[in-house]
Every structure is written in structure tokens, then in C-alpha cells.
């Protein structure tokens, strides 16, 4: 759903152009058929990488499982063989990898040549979160993040567990403490705190299938008030086009983002004293990957970084 | 929610600019506050229509319900005050009005002060069926239609019967023999025929928020076969940006469509010789609604008639 | 999952009691882990088929694919040869089998030794149509049938076209012409008919789990009224425990006979003079599937045809 | 809902039998007609509270909202006077109401003559959390909850939030801080633990009609373990019939419980060395209100508790 995404936002993109589209068991079709919601769009056809042509290629983007092409993600590669369950098999260009959650690196990524696009929820949980670590407002133990995302996530394989008939009408946490996301959500919040961090991580599936909310429940550092968080997040993302935090008691909806590249956020009391709620959501797709993926490739080509991104949300 | 999908639509546009937007029960608001969603759009605030200053005004939307404007899509002043159960408070204006089926009467269109925007059902039932009805391909009695509605088609009003435990998870029908989109397809294809043709027409309220399908059973004239029809439409809307006849047996999806000023369609072969099933599909508050009214403005402003108008359906 | 909703419905039937339960690649597993939401039972664990024990067995209920049990539905053992693309295994149980239409085919069922349980779509077209054309109340010609299916229908094989992200909030079209319930239907009514009567068959998906619906649209017999059609309802469903004619011009919504047995029907006038619009809905996986089953056993063992089964529906 | 839910499961309640129904604005109508999926049902007709005739009714079930009749869970008048927002009416039948959490208060509820039913999140939080606290396994400072429910709890009340338009395909927390629940669970955890306990609760309202799952994060006290919280459960429910602890990693799903009595419950290991989450899942209509309410009643006149109960999930 990645690759399709990509395509989507791409036909309005003033500037980028898709020469080469490849595919695994459906090389030699047209990619009208295997997404036919985007028949009207004059597309190449989709060729085995081994067939592609790259002379004409200025920028790719891999929306592969990772394991085909790697995972760039991890910094580490010790820890990316102890959570993917195989050796990396490019540790150089690991090294040379620039991590994309735009608003947070955007430096790096306008002069990467490699970009590793962020995960959904580590995109959804860090951006509210490494701020308010690097200013030291919150603490770092017993951060409690609950997670909910729509099926997209899953991708388009066939499944039993993510059939309609399984899915609909209902959630369930899943992958309680052995998310692949969770090293990397540890790896951006360790080098804001510039020490180790240990999340508690509870993922839920439910029945929507674009759509991320996590809920992160932090304990505050001593003397710090709701209010003080609130207006950190608000001076740091004041001029971001794609990250708003929300006025007022105004709760983030999944519903008020789907289809676009937002981030909306917002920090409520806790009815423990010390404690904070913080809610962000994104769409999984958008944000959360593909619409990241053009973001960065805007920075790195020295385009304006909204170009071809500036979709409303798709209510209701 | 026709009014918040001019919004979004809009939000994209290089010629257009909201100005003025007015309000009954929430005037006085700010739109984001109304539907978050668009709480990104720099928008006026919503003003009474009696406090509007429509000096700097070119063009207006009206997206209000019928009786508070008048609805101008019925030529017959009688007929709407049966349909309606109010006379026409403003018959001068009823006969200036051009009916905007953009593909059908573009002319009219681009020439016309007040355009009257077709109903979802109207569109989607008379794109396919005027041209084979003007080509005389198809009988005029017993053109039985069975269509799906998406329950955005119902508004915003808070009525016991669209709450979500009332509407998820099941179909039924409504409106049979009642329904005040009748006259109005009625209307079209009694024009396309040269003489009255009656329908039958029953609508479903489905489990979706947006997207509409309607599958027309209809009698083939004599010597006519499927392949005639899929020809003659395949002719007729060979040009067209946001009309498309699938391939082969390809099946119209309404989620191949959402989000999208598309309508797809097909015709297939029916078990009964002699008779074809005629599906097609559209976003109801895009091509059935706040799309084709862009598409309209376009065309009366003498803009290209696609302008701000390609976005692609969001699937999933 | 007719086997899961079969054991469902056991589980407060006063005199089955379940002792061998087959199956292919489960077997071995328990029933609670492939089905969690039947834990709380107390039940044999899964065998293969060569090894289940029938010793102590009075009757099976098998809810196999086609081709793997036969299906008997079908008299004509060359017309099972063209729908299932493959000949007959076992014509000699064909011949004997009864088609278990319950409140059709009643007392030939209770005699029966096996009973072939007819499909959805038939059930819900054959309740309403069979009693009209027995009595010559309608016309045999152009019956047109536009009938909707919860994505139960399609069993919990893993395939992309049933995930949640393919299904959710949309509708489209299948197996126009070819579906092969239309033997099924077409062999009930030419034998009420006696004579051959071909019908037009459409199919569609619609994002639900369980329910179906299906629109007939008939043309009447000269002389006949809807209010006709109504009355010979009337009497024929009249005693009837899970057939039901609703009053007045009530509309049989899915989710009013979810998780029962019932069949909720009703006509009503078309706007063509001298047609009508018949609506029947079902749960796909009781009245269509498992409870009219469970009806059929009840009523081959002598017992009470309504034991076990007087769930009420479960709305919202 | 509730109201319905009660008739539902009492339509094969063996030993209750409804003899009056009462009615505000739908008072004089036939129940049938307000909730059509129970047509088949004989009951008396709506009447006005003024105009029923109690002379022949043992029990009554009330499902007002609040401040109609008045509420008796909250033992303290002035907590009731300061969440409800007017003082309580009734202080004196206050002080005789036992609070209905079956499994819990099962002797007190057997000679009470007045049940204040527990709220659906109380049921589905207290279930797991008390028997923990009383055993003193767990912290009672930072109990973390996170909790969804399906749309249902909310009622039948139209609401422009609660449209299907506005509730499908996404999640919203609501209600945080302020949310009627928490007083009464922290009135269980409190008495439980014999001093004050205050929560932290997000309650989220997420796209499915029936349903809820409550997630709470933990701290464990010191020496204890995961195992040590499992094996505390699984002794406190061994015998009940409808409180369910599932085996092993085996995570809680809402879809799994719908339309039963069940509670499902688990216990999972956190990142966070000696942290844990317990996961419960109940539908709200059911076991979190009409559900525990007639296993009440059962319990009050002397009654197996589980008659009239033993509804198996309707999965899928």
C-alpha cells in the first residue's frame, strides 16, 4: 500500500515523475490492474527489478518488506540482527543512512543520499516526544505509550487475522513487547535524552484502515506543569506546515488527518498529580510513510517541502 | 458536508479563493472549529448570510437544503411543488438555470450564470444512460435501477437513524417510488428519449461514508447487443478526464472512486437475452456533488474544466 | 465459519451434543484456539477425517468446501458438471437427497436421510418467490434479482480481495452471470414454475460481516396487485416461526436479523405500473447456512423444528 | 440499548417473562415498531410510567439515564452531587444499594433488594484490578489506564459526533480526566485496597457498535512477578462461568466476547522491568450492563446465575 501511496501523491507533484515502477510476482502487469483506483494514470509497467532500467533514475523509493531490501532504520547492527532476525547486508551504507522524521533532522536529510523513512509509530510517538525530552520536561522512565493503528499497517498480504470478517467491529493489542518499532521509537528517544530509554509499548489493531493514535502517558519533571509542555511543543513546531498542535482542550482525531501528511497533537492533565497525557495521531500512509518519503525527497532535491503534498484531509 | 468538501477541493485551487462563507445555527464560529479537519485552511469566519458582504464575490456555492435555497434542477414548476411541497419561490430564476451534467451539457454550462448541480443518484444514473438513450440503444420501458448510497448522501442532521449503531454493519432500502431524485432522472432521460420515461428506482443506505453505485437492469433495443453499448459509451466518453468506461469485465468498486471527481463504469452481459446491467460508481460528494460543481465553476469561468480537480481516489 | 456458527448454535441446543469434529490442515488443534471465541465450550479436539471416530454419531453436519464433500443441491447431474467443473462423485446420494428449503420442502425433510442445506442467496430468493410463482402471481420472465452479502459469504480462506483494507466502506459487483448460486435458484423456481425460468442474477459484496439482502424486481400476472403479492405472503408465512412478513411499508433491514434465524421480507408497489419490488433479508450464516441446518436436523429427528434456535437478532 | 439488550436476552430467559414496559417519548407504541429487530417477540406495549401497573411485577429493570431515575453506584452523596451535578434524590435507598459486580459482591448481591449495576469500564476494570489489589500484588500509585469502547455506550441519543459519518474508520479519546466512570472505579480500587487510589483513565471511543477493551498498565510490587499476578487470577475465576483468564500469550480480543456475558482477560510482561499490562475485554451491553444485570436478578431470586446467559459470542 506503500508503492501505491507513493503513486497517489506523486500524480500531482509538479516536479517528479515515475520512469520506472518494479514488482516481485506481478512484474510484466500493468499497475492500473493491481490498483485499479488509479487506472486513469499513465503509468510505465511494472518490470522485475532484475529488468529495470535505472539510467534515467534520479531517486528511488523502496517500499519493500524489509529483509528484500534492507532496513535502515537501526543505527545499530547488532540490534538490527537481534530484532529482524537475520545480519544486515549492508552495514556501510547503514553507517552513511540519514534518519528521516523531517521536522526533527531535516538538515541531515536536505543533505543525505540515503534516507531511512521513519515507521508510522515511530514517527507518531517521536515527534511529540523527543522535544519534550530534549528540553528535559518529562522523565525517562515509565513512559507508557498505548498505540492503536488501522490496517493499512498490515500491508496487502493475505492473511487470515486481517480479513474483513476478522477485522471488522473490534480491536486487539498485538506484538506486546516485540514490535519491531520499538527499537527504533528507544533509538531516537535515547539520543534526545543522550541516555538508554525503555518504553513500555502496547500496539492495538482496529477495525479503520487508515489511521494511527498513540497515547503516551509520561510523568513529568519536577516543577514542570501540563502548561509547560504545551507551549514547548508549541514554540517547536510554530512554523511546521505538518505538525500542529491542537488549541485548547480540542482532542486529536484519526478521522481529521486521513489522507493527508499532518500530524496533530495535543497534551492533557492527568488526574495524577505529575502526570501527563499526551495524543498525537497521523495517517499510517501519509505521514507515517509514503507522504514523509516525498517530504524528505523534496528536502534532498532542494524543492520546497510541501510540493505536491498539500492534500486536506479526507473527512469524513 | 457538500459545503466542507468545496473547502477541501478549493484548498488546491490556483484561480479560487474563499472569501465569504456564511452560516445558520454557527455563525459566528470558526470553520476549523466546525470541522476540524480544515482547521489548517487560513479561512474567513462564518457569518449570517444577512451580516455577508458579497461586494468582492465572483462566484457562490450554495450548499444549503432545498427550501432555503431553492433546489433549481426540476424545469416543471409543478412537478418540484410535488416533489418539493412548497411552490417555487423564485420560478424566473428556475427558467434561466442550466442543469450542470457537465459531459452532457457542457455548452450550456460554460454559457450559464446559474448552474443547478445534479443530485449523486442523477449523475451517476444519467452519465451512462443518456448518450445509449439518445443513441436509441436501449427500450425505454422497464429501466429498473438499484442503487447504493454512502450515508454522507444524508447530510449532517443528527437523525436516530444515521447514528453509527444504527447504520454499521447493514443495508436497507429507502425511499422506494418516493425518492426526489426520481423526477429529476426522470427529467434527463425523458429529454434524452424525446418522450416520458418512468423508472423504476430504488435506493439502499449502505454502511460507507462516501460512494455510491448504480446498476441499471435495462432491455436492449432490438438487434442491440452488450458489445453495442460498451462501444457507443466507450465513443462517447473516449475524451473524457473524469468518465471512465473500465475494460474488459472489469467491475466498478465505489472505493476505486472515493476522495475522486471519477466516475467509472461498465456494462455486462445479463442471463436474460436481450438485457444488459449497467454499473457505474462515484464519490457522492465529489462527482455527485462539491466536484462537479468545481468542474462547473471552472467551465463558466473559463478555466480548464479539470482545474484543481485531479485528485486521486484514496484507497484504500 | 458455517462450522463455527454451527457449534455456536449447539451450544444451548437441549439434544445435540457434539463428539467428533474433522479437519484438514487444523486437525490436531483445538477448537478454541482456531475459533477463540468459543474457548468457553467443551469440546473434542480436531481430527482428520480418516481418523474421526463416527461409532457414536447420528448425524454430521458438513460444511466443506464443493469438491471436497459433493454438493447436492442440484439435481441434474450435468448441470453440476458445468457450475462446478467436474463430474458428480456420488450420483446415487444426489438422487436421494432432499433440498432443504425448510418451510418449503418441509415434510420431505423430515423424512430425509440427507439433506442438501440450500445456499444464501437461494434461501432469501426462493422464501419470497417459490409461494408467487406456485400461485401464478407473477411473470417467469424478467425477473431481475440485485442481491447483497456480508464478505461471511466468501468463508475465512485467506485471499487480498476479502482483507479488511480491500472491504471496508465500499460495495462493488461479482460474478455477474456466473455465480454459481444460479442453478441453484433457477432449478427451485422452474420447478414451482414447471417450466424453465431464467432469472438475472447480480451479486454484490458489501462491507458487512453477516447479512444479505435481496431486491427482486417482478412484473405482476395481468389483474395482480401488490397488495396480492402481499396477502399470498401473508397466508403462506403466516404460521411460520422464522418467516416474517413485515406490516405496512416496513423495510427488512440486514441488521434486524443478524444472528438469527429469521427471514424478514416485504413488497412494495414500483412506480412502472404493474411491477412490484420484493425485499428479503437474511443472516447469511444462519437462515443461510447454518440455523436453517440446524431447522433441518431438528426436524429430521422429530424434534421441535424451533429447538436450539430461538436466538433473538443482535442489534445493534 | 440496554433496554433492548434486556428484552433480548430474556426472550429465552426461562423463568422471567416482561409484564410491563415503560416509555418516555415512545410511550403507546408497540416496542416492535421502536426496535424492529424484535418483532417477533409477544410484549406488552409502551406505556407511560404513571399509567404502568406494577401489582403484578417481582423485579424491575431500570435503564434511565441518570438523573431520571437516579444513579447508586457512588456510595458517597456529595462524590454523586459533585459528577452528576445535582444531589442525589434518593440518599436513603442509597445507603441499602449494593453495588452489582457479580463476581466480586456475589453474597451481598444475593440479599439485596436494591442493585446498582455496574457501569461497563468499572466491569471491565475492577474485574482484574481488584482481586490484584486485595492481594496487595500490585502498586496502587500510577495504575495507568488506557480504554476503548464500541459506539453503543453512548446510546441511542442523536448526536451530530455519534453519525456513522462521524464515528466510522477512526478513534478519539474522550473524556479525559472527566469521564462519570472514574469515581466508581476508584471507589472499587479504594475499598479493595482499604485506602484512597486515583487513577489515570483515557477512555477512547472507537468504530464498532458493541464492545470495549480496557488496557492497564501496571506497577507490580516488589518481589512480584507476571506469573504471580496470572496465577492470582486464575484461582480468583477458576470456577466462574463468565470471567475467562486465557491461556498462555494468547492477547484478548473485543470481537471474541460480543454478544456473551464473557469477560476475557489476560496478563502480559512489560519492557519496563517490573511493570505489567492486563488486558480485559467485555461487551459494554452486555456483561458491562444487561448482561450482569439479569445474573444479578438470577442471583437475587435464588436462580442458577448463569440461566438465561449462555449466548456464545457471535464471531464473525
Keep these: 500500500y506503500t508503492g501505491a501511496e507513493i503513486v497517489r501523491l506523486l500524480a500531482n507533484h509538479p516536479q517528479f515523475r515515475i520512469t520506472v515502477m518494479t514488482a516481485d510476482r506481478k512484474a510484466g502487469e500493468q499497475f492500473g490492474s493491481v490498483f485499479p483506483h488509479l487506472i486513469t494514470q499513465d503509468l510505465p509497467n511494472l518490470v522485475a527489478i532484475k529488468d529495470a532500467d535505472f539510467s534515467d533514475v534520479d531517486a528511488v523509493f523502496c517500499c519493500l518488506p524489509h529483509g528484500t531490501t534492507q532496513d535502515f532504520r537501526l543505527r545499530n547492527i547488532n540490534e538490527y540482527a537481534e530484532w529482524y532476525g537475520h545480519a544486515h547486508r549492508a552495514p556501510e551504507l547503514q553507517e552513511e543512512a540519514v534518519y ?88 531516537g528517544l535515547s539520543e534526545a535524552a543522550e541516555s538508554k530509554v525503555t518504553i ?4 492495538n489493531l482496529i477495525c479503520m484502515k487508515r489511521g494511527m493514535q498513540s497515547t503516551m502517558f509520561v510523568e513529568m ?24 498542535l491542537l488549541n485548547g482542550s480540542n482532542v486529536p482525531h484519526t478521522r481529521h488527518v486521513v489522507g493527508s501528511n499532518y500530524c496533530f497533537m ?7 498529580p505529575g502526570r501527563a497525557i499526551i495524543i498525537s495521531v497521523i495517517d499510517n500512509l501519509v505521514k507515517g510513510a509514503s507522504g514523509q518519503a516525498v517530504q524528505n525527497l523534496n528536502l534532498m532535491m532542494g524543492l520546497p517541502e510541501n510540493m505536491g503534498l498539500q492534500y486536506q484531509p479526507l473527512f469524513p
Tied chains: 1, 2, 3, 4.
Excluded at 513500555?200 to 500496539?203: M, N
Excluded at 495535543?266 to 495524577?272: A, L
Design 266 to 272: 495535543n497534551v492533557f492533565e492527568d488526574r495524577i
Design 221 to 244: 519533571a519536577p516543577g514542570v506543569t501540563v502548561s509547560d509542555l504545551y507551549q514547548h511543543l508549541k514554540s517547536t513546531y510554530e512554523g511546521e506546515e505538518f505538525v500542529k
Design 200 to 203: 513500555s509499548f502496547t500496539p
Design 100 to 187: 528521516g522524521l523531517t521536522e526533527v533532522l531535516r538538515d541531515e536529510i536536505r543533505n543525505a543520499r540515503l534516507v531511512a523513512n521513519p515507521g508510522c509509530y515511530p514517527t507518531s510517538i517521536q515527534l511529540p516526544l523527543v522535544p519534550l525530552i530534549k528540553a528535559k520536561l518529562i522523565k525517562l522512565s515509565n513512559i507508557i505509550i498505548d498505540a492503536k493503528s488501522g490496517v493499512t499497517g498490515a500491508g496487502r498480504g493475505a492473511k487470515e487475522a486481517n480479513l474483513y470478517t476478522e477485522i471488522a467491529e473490534g480491536i486487539h493489542a498485538y506484538g506486546i513487547k516485540g514490535h519491531r518499532h520499538v527499537p527504533e521509537v528507544e533509538q
